[in-house]
């Protein structure tokens, strides 16, 4: 089979395309035949290596442990081990290996049948590949670390990005009041999927501006938590995603639970768990309540560009591969 694969940290061009054993299932796995993947932050870091902590204890110390990137598929059952009961040759599936050794930028993948859900039918695949991390980052975000309510005033930072996209939609299907930050070509998409304000983070800053917010979900980090606090209704709760300045993850790494214990407003970073909620977002979507906003689309043997793209950290929605097969995708 044909697939991405890299053999030492680097820049985008560390990448090849080439053609490998295509794996067998083992007992409690699912072959599945990759339709389309998409890219996401930890395809970024294994791929340059980063954080170095993530080398210790994730991904090789000198050299990637993983040699096929991809945590976001979704694709055809081909194949079932002995073992798997949800699964049979046919069924559409997606999900993240995030927590299964990855592999998603290839013609086939295997994992473990907890890893997958069916896909709903109207969904398409590249639809598809675009939900799993981005959308439960959101949806856990909000529902699990920051019990979101109906009526409540919320801003999301980094709204137009891959979970920004998703929480935005979500947040108004739970009921709220949203407000998306981002850059100025991004806010006319965001004000399409739902968002009732929007503020241009490069002409305006959020945390000087006098309103204050029920619940803050944040995408990319970059100020103080106490500029967070501040901005913060009396019980508000702030939920960090993760970062763009790994200074203030450690500053609410340490003094998030410092500040929630000792006052009304809570200070939480989401620990994501990959793969629980598919089933509530294959709902939302069948409702047509949350729709994934794709910007671009590259084929497999593009994946290095599409990694490149998605590294200058511009995207509007999600960057999704799509896997041809036989030329047809
Ligand atoms: N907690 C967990 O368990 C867990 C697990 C996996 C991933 N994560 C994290 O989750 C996050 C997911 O991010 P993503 O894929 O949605 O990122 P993304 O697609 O890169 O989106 C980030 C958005 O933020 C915007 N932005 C940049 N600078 C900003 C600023 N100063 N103020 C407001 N917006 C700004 C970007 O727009 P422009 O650049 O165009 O301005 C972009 O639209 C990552 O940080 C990742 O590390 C967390």
């Known amino acids: 089979m044909k697939a991405i694969v890299y053999t030492k940290y680097g820049p985008p061009d560390v990448l090849q395309l080439k053609e490998v054993e295509k794996p067998t299932p083992k ?17 970024w870091g294994l791929l340059r290596g980063t954080p170095f902590v993530n080398r210790l204890i994730v991904s090789g110390l000198f050299k990637p442990k993983y ?15 002995k ?10 599936v997606f999900g993240d290996l995030t927590e299964c050794g990855f592999g998603a930028f290839a013609e086939y993948v295997c994992a473990p049948e907890n890893a997958l859900a069916l896909k709903p039918a109207s969904m398409t695949f590249e639809e598809a590949a675009a939900v799993p991390q981005a959308g439960l980052l959101a949806l ?58 929007v503020i241009d983070y490069t002409q305006e800053d959020f945390t000087k501006n006098g309103q204050r917010y029920d619940l ?31 200074a203030r993850v450690f500053q609410t790494m340490f003094l998030g639970p410092l500040i929630s214990i000792t006052g009304s407003k809570k200070m939480r970073i989401l620990m994501h768990k990959p793969n629980k909620d598919l089933a509530f977002m294959s709902e939302l979507f069948e409702a047509g309540k949350v729709v994934p906003v794709i910007d671009r689309r590259y084929p497999l043997s ?28």
């Not at 040699?67 to 081990?81: F, N, R």
């Not at 935005?168 to 304000?197: P, W």
């Not at 100020?223 to 939920?239: A, E, H, M, Q, T």
Request: charged share 20%; proline share 2%.
């Open 302 to 329: 593009e994946a290095a560009e599409a990694l490149r793209y998605f590294g200058e950290g511009h995207v509007r929605g999600k960057v999704v591969i799509s896997v041809e097969h036989n030329n047809k995708t």
């Open 140 to 197: 856990q975000g909000l529902r699990d670390k920051g019990k979101i309510q109906p009526g409540q005033k919320v801003l999301i930072n980094g709204a137009g990005g891959g979970a920004g996209t998703f929480a935005v939609q979500i947040a108004k299907y739970f009921g709220a009041e949203v407000t998306g930050v981002d850059s100025t070509g991004k806010l006319g998409m965001l004000r399409s999927i739902g968002a009732d304000h």
């Open 83 to 92: 073992n798997v009961k949800q699964f049979q040759p046919g069924d559409e």
């Open 216 to 246: 803050i979900l944040d995408v990319v980090t970059y100020r103080s938590i106490f500029d967070y606090k501040r901005v913060l209704s009396p019980k508000g709760i702030y939920v960090m995603l993760g970062g763009g300045s790994w």
């Open 67 to 81: 040699k096929i990137l991809g945590c976001d598929i979704a694709g055809q059952v081909e194949g079932v081990g």
């Open 27 to 43: 007992d409690n796995e699912v072959l599945v035949k990759v339709h389309a993947a998409s890219v996401n932050s930890w395809d």
